[in-house]
C-alpha cells in the first residue's frame, strides 16, 4: 500500500494544455527576470516612488491636521495652537495641491516606465522564443503558445503596466497610516497591527488554493484557442465532410472546462473578499469600543481619537485591498512565470540573441563587433558551392525511428542534383537535415567543407551564415501578411530596380503593375489573395534575389499551373544556371536535365548516377 502511495506522489501532475503542474511557491529566476526588466529604469522608478510617498503623505496628513484644527477650536494646545481658522484652509489646500500633484505625477511616470519594463521582457520572451529548436514547435500545441503571448501576457501588462502603481499606492497609503496614527496616539498601533496579522493569516489561509486555481485558469485557456485554430485553419475541409457538429461540440466542451475553471477561480476569490470584508466589520466594532473607553480615560483627546479611528477604518479597507490586489498580483506573477519558462528554454543549437538583448539568461549572445562582421559576410563569394554530406543519420527526435540512415554524397560546385523517392523515403527530411533545423546525430553536412558551429566550444561557421548561403523553394509557398516588398526583400536593403527586374524574370512584372501599390500591395496572411501559382512565382522571385550560390527546390512544380511549371522549370535551366541546385521533384520529367541523380528510399541511398542511368531504373520501379 505505501509503495502504491510513494509511486503516485512522484508522478508528474499535468495542467489542461499538457504543462507540467508547477506547486508551491515561485522560482527564483522568476524574480531575477523581473529585475532584468526593470533595472534600466530603476533612478527614475525611485524618483516616482520618493513622489508618490510624499503626494499620498501629504494628502492623508490632512486627517491630523484637521484634528489638530479640532484641539485648537477645545482650548487643546498643540503645534499649531497660533494658527487661527484661515491659516489652517490655507495649509489644507496647500498640502492637497500638493499631494494631488506628487501623485499625478507618480501615476502617470511609473505605470509608463512599468509598461516598458514589462513591454522589454515580452520582447526578450519572443527573441528567444523565435529561436527555440523546431522539435519545440512539433510537439506544442500552437494554442499553449498563442495563450503564453497573449492571456498570460495581457495579465501580466494589466497589473505591471498601470494597476502596478495603484498597488503601490495602498502600500504607501498603510505605510502613512502608521505614521501618522503613531502621531496622533501610539496606543491605536496596537489595532493596526492586530489588523494586519488577522488580515494576513485570512491571505495565507487561502493563498495556495487562489495560486493553483489560477495556474490551472491560465492552462485552461490553451486546449479551446488550439482548436479553434485548427478548426479555422481547416476549415473548407470540415465543410466538405460535414464535420462542423463534431468540431463544434468538441469546442463547446472545452469551452466549458475553462468557463468551470473561471468559476471556480472566481469562487475562491468571492470567498477570500467575504472573509475579508466580515473581519475588517468585526475590527472596526472592537476599534470604536475602545475608542470610546480610552476618551472616558483620558487616554486620548477627542481630536487625537477622531483622526485615530478615521485611520484605523481607513487601514482596515485599506488593508483588505492590499490583501486583495495581493492576490491579483499572483495572477500576474503566474503570467510572468509561464513566459519566464519559454525565455529559459535552450534555444536551438547554434542560436545567438542580438547584441541588444539585456536579459543575462545563460543564453549565447553576439557581441555588437560580431554583428557587425556578419551582417556584411557571405560564406562565399563565388556564384556556387560544393555540399559535403557524410555518414549522416538523421531522425526528428530520439524516440522516432531513423529517417535518414548512413546517407554519403557529395555535390560539386554549380551541379544540378535530382533527388527522387518514393513518399516516406527521406527526401524533404534530407533538405531540414542540410539547413540543420533539427540535430543531426551522427555524421555531418558541410558547405564548402564549412561545418556549422553548433556549440560554443565547437568551431565552424556561423550558423545563420551557413543557412544564408542556401535559398530554399518550398512546396507550400510561404508568404507572410504585410507588404509585396516585405516578402521579396529579405534583409530591406535591396532598389526598386532590382526588385522589378526579378518580377520581369519570373513574369510578374506586368501583374504588379496593375495592383494597387505597385511593390507595396497589400499581402494577407499566407498569402490568401493570391493564386498558388502566383505565391509559388514569388517565392521564386525571393531565392532570386537571395543570391544563395546553393538552390533548394522541394517538390516546387507538383501544384502549379502549366505556364508557372514552365517559368520555373526556365528558372532552373537559366537563372539558377551557375548555382549549385538540389531539386526534389514529382515530375520527372523536371529532373530531366539534372546532372547526377540522387534514389533515396527509406532513408538509404538505392543509386547515386548520371540521370540518363538513375531515371530509368527509379521510373520503372514506380510502374512495377
Known amino acids: 500500500m505505501s509503495?502504491?502511495?510513494?509511486?503516485?506522489?512522484?508522478?508528474?501532475?499535468?495542467?489542461?494544455?499538457?504543462?507540467?503542474?508547477?506547486?508551491?511557491g515561485y522560482s527564483k529566476t522568476l524574480f531575477e527576470t523581473l529585475k532584468f526588466a526593470y533595472k534600466p529604469f530603476l533612478g527614475r522608478i525611485f524618483l516616482c516612488l520618493f513622489l508618490g510617498i510624499l503626494g499620498r503623505g501629504l494628502l492623508l496628513a490632512n486627517t491630523n491636521v484637521i484634528g489638530l484644527w479640532v484641539d485648537t477650536l477645545t482650548g487643546r494646545p498643540n503645534l499649531l495652537s497660533g494658527f487661527n481658522s484661515t491659516h489652517f484652509v490655507i495649509l489644507l489646500f496647500i498640502m492637497t495641491l500638493a499631494g494631488f500633484i506628487s501623485t499625478l505625477i507618480f501615476r502617470v511616470s511609473f505605470s509608463r516606465l512599468s509598461a516598458q519594463a514589462i513591454s522589454s521582457f515580452y520582447d526578450e520572451v519572443t527573441l528567444r522564443t523565435s529561436r527555440l529548436p523546431m522539435s519545440f514547435f512539433d510537439i506544442t500545441?500552437?494554442?499553449?503558445?498563442?495563450?503564453?503571448?497573449?492571456?498570460?501576457?495581457?495579465?501580466?501588462?494589466?497589473?505591471?503596466?498601470?494597476?502596478?502603481?495603484?498597488?503601490?499606492?495602498?502600500?504607501?497609503?498603510?505605510?502613512?497610516?502608521?505614521?501618522?496614527?503613531?502621531?496622533?496616539?501610539?496606543?491605536?498601533?496596537?489595532?493596526?497591527?492586530?489588523?494586519g496579522v488577522m488580515n494576513y493569516l485570512i491571505y495565507k489561509l487561502n493563498q495556495e488554493k487562489l495560486r493553483t486555481s489560477r495556474r490551472e485558469l491560465s492552462a485552461s485557456r490553451s486546449p479551446s484557442i488550439a482548436h479553434f485554430a485548427e478548426t479555422t485553419q481547416g476549415a473548407s475541409t470540415i465543410r466538405s465532410f460535414?464535420?462542423?457538429?463534431?468540431?463544434?461540440?468538441?469546442?463547446?466542451?472545452?469551452?466549458?472546462?475553462?468557463?468551470?475553471?473561471?468559476?471556480?477561480?472566481?469562487?475562491?476569490v468571492l470567498a477570500f473578499s467575504f472573509q475579508m470584508n466580515s473581519l475588517t466589520a468585526l475590527l472596526l466594532l472592537i476599534t470604536g469600543v475602545s475608542a470610546y473607553f480610552m476618551v472616558e480615560k483620558g487616554w486620548a483627546t477627542v481630536g487625537s481619537v477622531g483622526v485615530a479611528f478615521s485611520f484605523i477604518?481607513?487601514?482596515?479597507?485599506?488593508?483588505?485591498?492590499?490583501?486583495?490586489?495581493?492576490?491579483?498580483?499572483?495572477?500576474?506573477?503566474?503570467?510572468?512565470?509561464?513566459?519566464?519558462?519559454?525565455?529559459?528554454?535552450?534555444?536551438?543549437?547554434?542560436?545567438?540573441?542580438?547584441?541588444?538583448?539585456?536579459?543575462?539568461?545563460?543564453?549565447?549572445?553576439?557581441?555588437?563587433?560580431?554583428?557587425?562582421?556578419?551582417?556584411?559576410?557571405?560564406?562565399?563569394?563565388e556564384r556556387s558551392a560544393s555540399v559535403q554530406v557524410q555518414?549522416?543519420?538523421?531522425?526528428?527526435?530520439?524516440?522516432?525511428?531513423?529517417?535518414?540512415?548512413g546517407v554519403n554524397f557529395e555535390v560539386k560546385p554549380g551541379e544540378r542534383l535530382g533527388i527522387v523517392g518514393r513518399t516516406g523515403s527521406g527526401k524533404s527530411s534530407l533538405i531540414q537535415a542540410l539547413f540543420y533545423l533539427y540535430p543531426v546525430d551522427k555524421g555531418q553536412i558541410a558547405i564548402n567543407n564549412h561545418l556549422p558551429k553548433l556549440a560554443e566550444s565547437s568551431?565552424?561557421?556561423?550558423?545563420?551564415?551557413?543557412?544564408?548561403?542556401?535559398?530554399?523553394?518550398?512546396?507550400?509557398?510561404?508568404?507572410?501578411?504585410?507588404?509585396?516588398?516585405?516578402?521579396?526583400?529579405?534583409?530591406?536593403?535591396?532598389?526598386?530596380?532590382?526588385?522589378?527586374?526579378?518580377?520581369?524574370?519570373?513574369?510578374?512584372?506586368?501583374?504588379?503593375?496593375?495592383?494597387?501599390?505597385?511593390?507595396?500591395?497589400?499581402?494577407e496572411e499566407r498569402g490568401k489573395n493570391l493564386s498558388l501559382g502566383e505565391r509559388q512565382l514569388l517565392c521564386m522571385a525571393r531565392c532570386l534575389l537571395q543570391e544563395a550560390p546553393i538552390v533548394i527546390m522541394d517538390e516546387a512544380?507538383?501544384?502549379?499551373?502549366?505556364?508557372?511549371?514552365?517559368i520555373m522549370v526556365k528558372a532552373t535551366e537559366e537563372f539558377f544556371s551557375d548555382r549549385t541546385q538540389i531539386i526534389i521533384a514529382h515530375r520527372l520529367s523536371t529532373l530531366a536535365k539534372c546532372d547526377r541523380i540522387l534514389w533515396l528510399?527509406?532513408?538509404?541511398?538505392?543509386?547515386?548516377?548520371?540521370?540518363?542511368?538513375?531515371?530509368?531504373?527509379?521510373?520503372?520501379?514506380?510502374?512495377?
Do not use: C
Request: net charge neutral.
Open 313 to 381: 477604518a481607513l487601514s482596515g479597507n485599506t488593508v483588505q485591498m492590499f490583501f486583495e490586489w495581493l492576490t491579483q498580483f499572483e495572477e500576474a506573477m503566474i503570467g510572468v512565470e509561464r513566459l519566464d519558462q519559454y525565455m529559459r528554454m535552450e534555444m536551438e543549437k547554434g542560436s545567438h540573441l542580438p547584441s541588444s538583448s539585456k536579459f543575462a539568461t545563460g543564453h549565447p549572445i553576439y557581441s555588437e563587433s560580431v554583428e557587425r562582421y556578419l551582417s556584411h559576410r557571405r560564406l562565399t563569394e
Open 557 to 566: 512544380t507538383s501544384s502549379v499551373d502549366p505556364q508557372s511549371e514552365e
Open 459 to 523: 568551431s565552424g561557421v556561423d550558423l545563420n551564415l551557413y543557412r544564408q548561403s542556401m535559398a530554399f523553394i518550398a512546396q507550400e509557398p510561404i508568404l507572410f501578411q504585410g507588404s509585396l516588398r516585405f516578402n521579396l526583400d529579405i534583409q530591406d536593403s535591396l532598389p526598386d530596380d532590382k526588385l522589378w527586374a526579378v518580377l520581369e524574370q519570373v513574369g510578374l512584372r506586368t501583374w504588379v503593375e496593375t495592383q494597387a501599390g505597385g511593390l507595396n500591395m497589400k499581402i
Open 141 to 195: 500545441p500552437a494554442g499553449r503558445i498563442i495563450t503564453r503571448f497573449s492571456s498570460d501576457y495581457g495579465n501580466v501588462f494589466r497589473l505591471f503596466g498601470g494597476p502596478l502603481a495603484e498597488f503601490i499606492s495602498i502600500i504607501f497609503d498603510l505605510t502613512m497610516m502608521i505614521i501618522l496614527i503613531t502621531i496622533a496616539n501610539p496606543l491605536y498601533l496596537i489595532f493596526v497591527g492586530f489588523i
Open 601 to 624: 528510399q527509406n532513408g538509404e541511398i538505392v543509386a547515386l548516377g548520371p540521370t540518363q542511368e538513375v531515371l530509368p531504373r527509379f521510373k520503372n520501379t514506380e510502374l512495377v
Open 242 to 268: 460535414r464535420r462542423q457538429k463534431s468540431f463544434g461540440e468538441r469546442f463547446e466542451r472545452l469551452d466549458r472546462y475553462f468557463l468551470s475553471q473561471k468559476m471556480n477561480t472566481t469562487k475562491n
Open 3 to 24: 509503495k502504491k502511495t510513494t509511486k503516485t506522489s512522484t508522478q508528474p501532475k499535468y495542467l489542461s494544455d499538457g504543462d507540467i503542474k508547477k506547486e508551491g
Open 391 to 405: 555518414d549522416v543519420w538523421f531522425r526528428y527526435r530520439e524516440d522516432l525511428p531513423w529517417v535518414l540512415k
